[in-house]
Nanobody, 124 residues
Framework: QVQLVESGGGLVQAGGSLSLSCAAS????????IGWFRQAPGKEREFVAVISRSGSNWYHANSVKGRFTISRDNAKNTVYLQMNSLKPEDTAVYYCAAKGSYSSIYNPNEYAYWGPGTQVTVSS
């Protein structure tokens, strides 16, 4: 099992930056693919980014490509999401999630473990 906790959310002005962290506990973290998702009020949960077990493969949604960067440090059991050039439409609760394989990475239903989420609010 993997337990996940997000941190680093907050209120920022448009154009600003935030760095989210996803801290994991459990023996299977380094064998887990980790994804970031977000959910705005009244909207479905949306894929943001994903990173492979070793960190050698990653993918970002088109809506955040060039602005967000996912990375991981397996020695620290942590995955990061660096968010730059934030826009009001990035406002959402951000979740990290874990799954076993680097397949069906866009589908939140394929992820077995989820953190409680952290709120990101971008003001215009």
């Amino acid at each position: 099992q993997v337990q996940l906790v997000e941190s680093g959310g907050g209120l920022v002005q448009a154009g600003g930056s935030l760095s989210l962290s996803c801290a994991a506990s459990g023996r299977t973290f380094s064998s887990s693919v980790i994804g970031w998702f977000r959910q705005a009020p009244g909207k479905e949960r949306e894929f943001v980014a994903v990173i492979s077990r070793s960190g050698s493969n990653w993918y970002h949604a088109n809506s955040v490509k060039g602005r967000f960067t996912i990375s991981r440090d397996n020695a620290k059991n942590t995955v990061y999401l660096q968010m730059n050039s934030l826009k009001p439409e990035d406002t959402a609760v951000y979740y990290c999630a874990a799954k076993g394989s680097y397949s069906s990475i866009y589908n939140p239903n394929e992820y077995a473990y989820w953190g409680p989420g952290t709120q990101v609010t971008v003001s215009s």
